[in-house]
Each structure stands twice: as structure tokens, then as C-alpha cells.
């Protein structure tokens, strides 16, 4: 055994020019890789759960005098150990580097080798001035043919990640959740919520972090997607099982501005005889953002609305955002508590929107009490137990990063991990009262979210037939960064017209898509608006205009209908799929490489997804298309749902794609309920 290189158990420590470096088996088939310079390295909790230890309870290491050898299950990890006198320097040098592989003994990836004279390093831990943290760069060469998936949702319609870059940070629409799944078989998270970039490039792989106290990465291998998948909700938590509330649909507008009215909503729903299970009081149902309260004069009875809803069987979700008003109830007890973010330069408001506001501190445990606490208090004991968490970035009126301050450090340092710390707050506080069917909804995660209940919207998309088909693949990237529960606002939430004959075909293809999302749910913000003042002329923020199903004519309200009720047809198969996501992992809405990683082309197909294992969706994304062709992967038969046509898989198929249909297809005779549905064959609840 070589002096600078240890082993306790299965534990592997290497010390060398002033660097720690610390590889262990970390659950099935599974390491964690962490290093530091000048001190020991951190049992830092972000997003991993403590594994355990029966999972790899079958991990070997061997030492040799030029390094070793780790196996835990289905990854072997070489550790190299070199040393040589470095002429420029004047002293001796020395390094441990790193390479990947499966079980076959095929190289899944590597350190970035030193390249000789370029003297590289693979681990680069640069000192920031005047800060205890390091600028960080991880780099390592990986297969340049290999296809990657998931990292979380960027707007962006773009499937193969391999030649992408990304920001390692979350604004409106963007949720940075650095995990990556990749075709040679295996996953990688990199387990730092600091603000960095991720560059998959075909000549090398690097991973930044703008400031942090150690290198910190998790590695799983699997022959399938769905092995990872299953690994990497081991390690990093499992959705809850998705309560019977989030498999119907959902009804939500900018924004029902009284009791009254969105109580209407759901009569109304009854006397059509259509299926609602949430209906939403969105954002400024409050006094002051941060009073976390109904206020009075427009909501003068909430426990009598919840209870009347219950009679419809509907559930009431209120809208909780995480700014502060300086004009609040509370600002002064949370600024006196230091419970708030905080601004390390220029003035201390971090957004402004219908006023001044900062953002409460969630990475703060007393902050999350204190807002578990206040909604209990002002929902819960009305019967609330469904949360609209929105600007869970937060969305920073200035996304300066490196200008906030956090209880768990700089912003630069710890940002990423703001939308889990939120989901956090309520999830934990839900649970403690002896809620045991939570979901809530968010606009942003991070990696461990999905076991806090966290059901993530795509944010606020503007209404084109562009951010349609940008949504189909974050769903996609966000199921593989295991994220199962997600969902768009139906129609896009910017600048949809609803009188617009235009409007109105996007608005029923995005309808039919949502049918078969995880979750279904209409929103936006729709012209024309309407103006809101209070009883003595004061104004209050405006509503959109009409955003329900029977809102745009008789026509689209025809195809909408159906489909609604295709969502209860679809009910005891959904329950099924996010059974498998709570208890296994597997993504609701998935690629088709999820369950057919050995067809290439299912790979490549950014334009069908697949919802749970046997629904294959071809959504319509194009203005005017009333056929499109359809994918059918390999190893499977194909039954069209519109025509019941049988298709083998392999093939590509051309089909009628009328506006009140959208091409389906089911595997291998899964669902036969569902044939004739989609086009009207069989009438809407039969």
C-alpha cells in the first residue's frame, strides 16, 4: 500500500500536494467522488441521502503501490497514483487520477489526463480572494459519440445534450438540476448547489462552480436508463406516491380574484358534468406579498369555500410566493430574525413587483418553520393542503448572483439549492401535522426536490407553438433528472388571446398534450384583462381574461371536453405509473430511449415522448399540421389509438392528425380502453 493512498473498508483516501481526495461506494453500483485542498473533505448533505450500507455492502477495494482498484456492483472505479520530479517547479509532484468503468470492463469515462507537458489538471481548486471557497473546474473526457440526457429544463428544444452548455442556475422557465444520464451507461450527478456551467463537449466534459469548498460527484452505472434511474432515486430520494387529487385535471387562471367567482368555476364544472379534481386561488389574494393570508374583503370565508369545494370534490391549491413585501405584516419580525435573504451590496430589495420586496431565506431552518408555521396558521386551518410554491428560483428582479447572501453562505456558493430548501419548508411541515398525501406545485427544483413532494410547471412560457415543443423535451430532461412529477401551463401563460382563432388551435393541441403530461393542468394569463378594485376604489393587481374550458367557443370547447374525460380514462393507468416512479424511480413522461435504449433512433426522436411505459404521445407542434409521421421504436407492437391499427415497431408511419386528435399509440395491446377516444369514437364519459 502506498503511503499516500489509504483504505478504510471500502473507503479510499488519497493525500498529495496539499489535496484530499476521497472515493467511496455511495448505494448500489454507485461511488461518491469528493475532494478538497488544505483540510479534510465535508460530509455535505445538498441533495444525497446517507446510503444504505446493505446497498453496497458487496464493494471491494484492492491497493497496489501504483494505486487501486474499487468495485461496488455493476462500477468499477481505477484510481492511478503517480509521481515525478517536476523540472519548472524544482520539486516532486505527485497525482491520482481516475477512470470509470461497467461491469464488462468498458471505460464509461475518465479524469482529464495531464497531456504532458499541457501539465493539466482534472481537479482545479483555485482560491478566491478574500473568500474560504475555491473556483472550481472538474474536466473529463468521455465517449464523443455518447448521447446525454436530463440536466434538469432549459428552454431549449434540443434532446441530445451531447455539444451543449448549460448555466448551473435557475431563472423563470429554467430549473438547473445537474444530473445527466448517458447512452454508454451510466448517470453523474454533480452534487454542488453552487452557480457554475456544465460543457458537454465531444473533446471534453467540465463541470464549474463559481465558488465552493470541495469537489463533491456521485457516478452510477446501468445497462438501461431505467437502472439509473432507479440508482439515482436511491441515492437522492423518491417522489412520494402522487395523491389521487394530481391524476385528473386541474383548473387555474390569472387570476380568480374572489371566493365567489372561482367558486363559480367549479359549479359550473359540476353542471356540465366535467371533471375537476384542483382549482387554484392564484398570486395578490393576499394584502401584501409575504402576509401569507386571505385578504378579507375578497375572500371572506375560505373555510366555507374549501368545504364547499370538498362537497364538488375538489381540492383548493393556494399560491404561496417566497417574497417579502417591505410593506408586509411580517417584514419586520423577519428582518429583525435575520429570517431574509440578503443583499451584500447596493440596496437590500431583491425584486420589485407590485412594490419592493426580498426574498424569505428558506436555506434558513428557522425560516422554514416560521413559514410552515404561518401557512398552517392561514390555510391550513381552513382545509388547505395543496400549495402553489411559485418564484422558487427566486426570480431576482437581477439575476447578480454573487450580490446575496444566504444563513448557508453566498448565493455564489449555495443557490442552486433554494427551490429544494422550499418545497422543503412545506413538505416538512405538512408531514409534521400528519398530512400524508402532499404534492405541491413549483416552478423550479433542484436535485432531492422530488422527495419533498415537488411537482415542477415548466414556468411562465409565452404562447407559441416554439415553447409547445421546448416543453415536450424539458419534460423529457426533467423525468431523467428525476423530477417525475411535472407539468406546463396548458396554452402557455404569456400573451394568449383568447378570441384568437389562432390561439385557439395552439391552445387545443397544447390541451391534448396535457391530457397526457403527469399532471394536466390549464393556466395562463389571457387577454383581454380585467381590472380588479377594492370596496373604497383602491387597486388591486389585474386578472387575465377567461382561461376555462368552455371560454373559447363551442368548437374548441367540443375537443376539450374529451379530452378531460379521457384524463379519467386514463386515471387507473396513471395511478399505476406514479406508483413506479414512488417506489422505483422511473420517470412518468419519458423519452423513448427510457424504456428502448437499444434503438438508436429513439435516441434521437425530440418531437414523441412516451407517458409511462406503454402510451407513446406524437404531439402536433406545428401551426396547421393535420398529419405528422410517428416513430415506432423497435421491439414492440403498436396499436393507434385513433384507428386501432396494429404497427410493428422499427418503422415510421404517417397519420391523420386532424385538429381534434392527436396521433397516440399503445404498446403492445396495453389500454384497450383508450382506443377511439382520442378522435370522438367513443362519447366523453362513457
Same mark, same amino acid.
Given at each position: 500500500?502506498?503511503?499516500?493512498?489509504?483504505?478504510?473498508?471500502?473507503?479510499?483516501?488519497?493525500?498529495?500536494?496539499?489535496?484530499?481526495?476521497?472515493?467511496?461506494?455511495?448505494?448500489?453500483?454507485?461511488?461518491?467522488?469528493?475532494?478538497?485542498?488544505?483540510?479534510?473533505?465535508?460530509?455535505?448533505?445538498?441533495?444525497?441521502?446517507?446510503?444504505?450500507?446493505?446497498?453496497?455492502?458487496?464493494?471491494?477495494?484492492?491497493?497496489?503501490?501504483?494505486?487501486?482498484?474499487?468495485?461496488?456492483?455493476?462500477?468499477?472505479?481505477?484510481?492511478?497514483?503517480?509521481?515525478?520530479?517536476?523540472?519548472?517547479?524544482?520539486?516532486?509532484?505527485?497525482?491520482?487520477?481516475?477512470?470509470?468503468?461497467?461491469?464488462?470492463?468498458?471505460?464509461?469515462?475518465?479524469?482529464?489526463?495531464?497531456?504532458?507537458?499541457?501539465?493539466?489538471?482534472?481537479?482545479?481548486?483555485?482560491?478566491?480572494?478574500?473568500?474560504?471557497?475555491?473556483?472550481?473546474?472538474?474536466?473529463?473526457?468521455?465517449?464523443?459519440?455518447?448521447?446525454?440526457?436530463?440536466?434538469?429544463?432549459?428552454?431549449?428544444?434540443?434532446?441530445?445534450?451531447?455539444?451543449?452548455?448549460?448555466?448551473?442556475?435557475?431563472?423563470?422557465?429554467?430549473?438547473?438540476?445537474?444530473?445527466?444520464?448517458?447512452?454508454?451507461?451510466?448517470?453523474?450527478?454533480?452534487?454542488?448547489?453552487?452557480?457554475?456551467?456544465?460543457?458537454?463537449?465531444?473533446?471534453?466534459?467540465?463541470?464549474?462552480?463559481?465558488?465552493?469548498?470541495?469537489?463533491?460527484?456521485?457516478?452510477?452505472?446501468?445497462?438501461?436508463?431505467?437502472?439509473?434511474?432507479?440508482?439515482?432515486?436511491?441515492?437522492?430520494?423518491?417522489?412520494?406516491?402522487?395523491?389521487?387529487?394530481?391524476?385528473?385535471?386541474?383548473?387555474?387562471?390569472?387570476?380568480?380574484?374572489?371566493?365567489?367567482?372561482?367558486?363559480?368555476?367549479?359549479?359550473?364544472?359540476?353542471?356540465?358534468?366535467?371533471? #375537476?379534481?384542483?382549482?387554484?386561488?392564484?398570486?395578490?389574494?393576499?394584502?401584501?406579498?409575504?402576509?401569507?393570508?386571505?385578504?378579507?374583503?375578497?375572500?371572506?370565508?375560505?373555510?366555507?369555500?374549501?368545504?364547499?369545494?370538498?362537497? #364538488?370534490?375538489?381540492?383548493?391549491?393556494?399560491?404561496?410566493?417566497?417574497?417579502?413585501?417591505?410593506?408586509?405584516?411580517?417584514?419586520?419580525?423577519?428582518?429583525?430574525?435575520?429570517?431574509?435573504?440578503?443583499?451584500?451590496?447596493?440596496?437590500?430589495?431583491?425584486?420589485?413587483?407590485?412594490?419592493?420586496?426580498?426574498?424569505?431565506?428558506?436555506?434558513?431552518?428557522?425560516?422554514?418553520?416560521?413559514?410552515?408555521?404561518?401557512?398552517?396558521?392561514?390555510?391550513?386551518?381552513?382545509?388547505?393542503?395543496?400549495?402553489?410554491?411559485?418564484?422558487?428560483?427566486?426570480?431576482?428582479?437581477?439575476?447578480?448572483?454573487?450580490?446575496?447572501?444566504?444563513?448557508?453562505?453566498?448565493?455564489?456558493?449555495?443557490?442552486?439549492?433554494?427551490?429544494?430548501?422550499?418545497?422543503?419548508?412545506?413538505?416538512?411541515?405538512?408531514?409534521?401535522?400528519?398530512?400524508?398525501?402532499?404534492?405541491?406545485?413549483?416552478?423550479?427544483?433542484?436535485?432531492?426536490?422530488?422527495?419533498?413532494?415537488?411537482?415542477?410547471?415548466?414556468?411562465?412560457?409565452?404562447?407559441?407553438?416554439?415553447?409547445?415543443?421546448?416543453?415536450?423535451?424539458?419534460?423529457?430532461?426533467?423525468?431523467?433528472?428525476?423530477?417525475?412529477?411535472?407539468?406546463?401551463?396548458?396554452?402557455?401563460?404569456?400573451?394568449?388571446?383568447?378570441?384568437?382563432?389562432?390561439?385557439?388551435?395552439?391552445?387545443?393541441?397544447?390541451?391534448?398534450?396535457?391530457?397526457?403530461?403527469?399532471?394536466?393542468?390549464?393556466?395562463?394569463?389571457?387577454?383581454?384583462?380585467?381590472?380588479?378594485?377594492?370596496?373604497?376604489?383602491?387597486?388591486?393587481?389585474?386578472?387575465?381574461?377567461?382561461?376555462?374550458?368552455?371560454?373559447?367557443?363551442?368548437?374548441?370547447?367540443?375537443?376539450?371536453?374529451?379530452?378531460?374525460?379521457?384524463?379519467?380514462?386514463?386515471?387507473?393507468?396513471?395511478?399505476?405509473?406514479?406508483?413506479?416512479?414512488?417506489?422505483?424511480?422511473?420517470?412518468?413522461?419519458?423519452?423513448?430511449?427510457?424504456?428502448?435504449?437499444?434503438?438508436?433512433?429513439?435516441?434521437?426522436?425530440?418531437?414523441?415522448?412516451?407517458?409511462?411505459?406503454?402510451?407513446?404521445?406524437?404531439?402536433?407542434?406545428?401551426?396547421?399540421?393535420?398529419?405528422?409521421?410517428?416513430?415506432?421504436?423497435?421491439?414492440?407492437?403498436?396499436?393507434?389509438?385513433?384507428?386501432?391499427?396494429?404497427?410493428?415497431?422499427?418503422?415510421?408511419?404517417?397519420?391523420?392528425?386532424?385538429?381534434?386528435?392527436?396521433?397516440?399509440?399503445?404498446?403492445?395491446?396495453?389500454?384497450?380502453?383508450?382506443?377511439?377516444?382520442?378522435?370522438?369514437?367513443?362519447?366523453?364519459?362513457?
Amino acid at each position: 500500500m502506498t503511503p499516500d493512498l489509504t483504505a478504510d473498508g471500502a473507503r479510499l483516501t488519497w493525500r498529495g500536494g496539499g489535496e484530499t481526495l476521497v472515493v467511496e461506494p455511495w448505494g448500489r453500483d454507485s461511488v461518491r467522488v469528493r475532494a478538497t485542498v488544505m483540510g479534510d473533505v465535508e460530509d455535505a448533505d445538498w441533495a444525497l441521502l446517507p446510503p444504505d450500507p446493505a446497498a453496497h455492502a458487496g464493494a471491494t477495494v484492492e491497493v497496489r503501490d501504483d494505486g487501486a482498484t474499487l468495485v461496488n456492483g455493476a462500477l468499477r472505479v481505477e484510481l492511478t497514483t503517480s509521481s515525478w520530479f517536476h523540472e519548472p517547479v524544482g520539486y516532486e509532484v505527485s497525482r491520482c487520477e481516475l477512470a470509470f468503468y461497467d461491469a464488462d470492463g468498458r471505460l464509461l469515462f475518465r479524469e482529464l489526463g495531464r497531456g504532458g507537458s499541457l501539465d493539466l489538471r482534472a481537479r482545479h481548486l483555485r482560491p478566491r480572494p478574500g473568500d474560504d471557497g475555491h473556483v472550481l473546474t472538474a474536466s473529463f473526457e468521455a465517449d464523443p459519440h455518447e448521447r446525454l440526457a436530463g440536466m434538469g429544463q432549459y428552454q431549449q428544444h434540443v434532446l441530445d445534450l451531447k455539444g451543449s452548455t448549460f448555466e448551473l442556475a435557475h431563472r423563470n422557465s429554467q430549473a438547473s438540476v445537474p444530473f445527466v444520464v448517458s447512452s454508454a451507461g451510466y448517470g453523474f450527478l454533480w452534487h454542488d448547489p453552487a452557480i457554475g456551467r456544465a460543457t458537454f463537449a465531444r473533446n471534453r466534459t467540465e463541470w464549474h462552480a463559481e465558488s465552493t469548498r470541495q469537489l463533491d460527484y456521485w457516478v452510477t452505472a446501468g445497462a438501461t436508463p431505467s437502472q439509473i434511474a432507479r440508482n439515482y432515486a436511491d441515492a437522492t430520494g423518491h417522489a412520494p406516491m402522487m395523491p389521487e387529487r394530481g391524476l385528473g385535471f386541474w383548473q387555474c387562471k390569472l387570476r380568480y380574484w374572489n371566493q365567489e367567482q372561482l367558486l363559480e368555476v367549479a359549479r359550473e364544472h359540476q353542471r356540465r358534468g366535467l371533471p #375537476l379534481d384542483v382549482i387554484v386561488a392564484d398570486f395578490f389574494h393576499w394584502p401584501h406579498m409575504g402576509d401569507y393570508r386571505f385578504e378579507d374583503e375578497f375572500w371572506p370565508d375560505p373555510a366555507a369555500m374549501v368545504d364547499e369545494l370538498r362537497e #364538488l370534490g375538489v381540492e383548493l391549491m393556494v399560491s404561496v410566493w417566497p417574497q417579502v413585501s417591505l410593506e408586509s405584516e411580517n417584514f419586520a419580525h423577519l428582518r429583525r430574525n435575520n429570517l431574509l435573504v440578503r443583499s451584500d451590496r447596493g440596496v437590500d430589495v431583491q425584486m420589485s413587483f407590485e412594490g419592493p420586496s426580498v426574498f424569505l431565506d428558506v436555506t434558513n431552518p428557522e425560516a422554514r418553520t416560521w413559514l410552515a408555521d404561518t401557512l398552517a396558521r392561514n390555510y391550513g386551518a381552513h382545509g388547505v393542503r395543496t400549495y402553489w410554491l411559485d418564484e422558487a428560483e427566486p426570480e431576482f428582479g437581477v439575476y447578480d448572483h454573487d450580490a446575496y447572501r444566504t444563513h448557508l453562505g453566498p448565493y455564489q456558493r449555495v443557490g442552486n439549492v433554494y427551490p429544494q430548501a422550499f418545497a422543503r419548508a412545506v413538505f416538512e411541515g405538512q408531514t409534521a401535522a400528519g398530512e400524508q398525501e402532499v404534492v405541491n406545485l413549483l416552478r423550479c427544483a433542484w436535485a432531492g426536490s422530488q422527495r419533498y413532494g415537488a411537482l415542477v410547471w415548466s414556468g411562465d412560457i409565452s404562447s407559441t407553438w416554439e415553447d409547445l415543443a421546448r416543453q415536450i423535451t424539458a419534460g423529457i430532461h426533467m423525468g431523467v433528472a428525476g423530477i417525475p412529477w411535472f407539468t406546463t401551463d396548458i396554452g402557455g401563460f404569456h400573451a394568449g388571446d383568447g378570441a384568437d382563432p389562432a390561439f385557439h388551435e395552439l391552445l387545443v393541441r397544447w390541451f391534448q398534450v396535457g391530457a397526457f403530461s403527469p399532471v394536466m393542468r390549464l393556466h395562463g394569463d389571457r387577454l383581454p384583462y380585467e381590472e380588479v378594485t377594492a370596496a373604497d376604489g383602491s387597486r388591486r393587481l389585474r386578472s387575465g381574461g377567461p382561461n376555462e374550458l368552455w371560454s373559447f367557443g363551442d368548437d374548441v370547447y367540443r375537443v376539450l371536453e374529451r379530452y378531460v374525460h379521457l384524463r379519467e380514462t386514463l386515471r387507473p393507468y396513471l395511478r399505476e405509473v406514479m406508483r413506479a416512479a414512488h417506489t422505483d424511480g422511473q420517470p412518468v413522461m419519458r423519452g423513448l430511449f427510457h424504456d428502448f435504449p437499444d434503438d438508436p433512433r429513439a435516441w434521437d426522436v425530440d418531437d414523441q415522448y412516451l407517458l409511462g411505459p406503454d402510451v407513446l404521445v406524437a404531439p402536433v407542434i406545428t401551426a396547421g399540421a393535420r398529419e405528422r409521421e410517428v416513430y415506432l421504436p423497435t421491439g414492440a407492437r403498436w396499436t393507434d389509438a385513433a384507428t386501432g391499427t396494429v404497427h410493428d415497431g422499427g418503422a415510421t408511419v404517417r397519420v391523420d392528425a386532424p385538429l381534434d386528435v392527436v396521433p397516440v399509440f399503445l404498446r403492445d395491446g396495453a389500454l384497450p380502453e383508450v382506443v377511439g377516444r382520442t378522435t370522438g369514437r367513443v362519447a366523453p364519459g362513457a
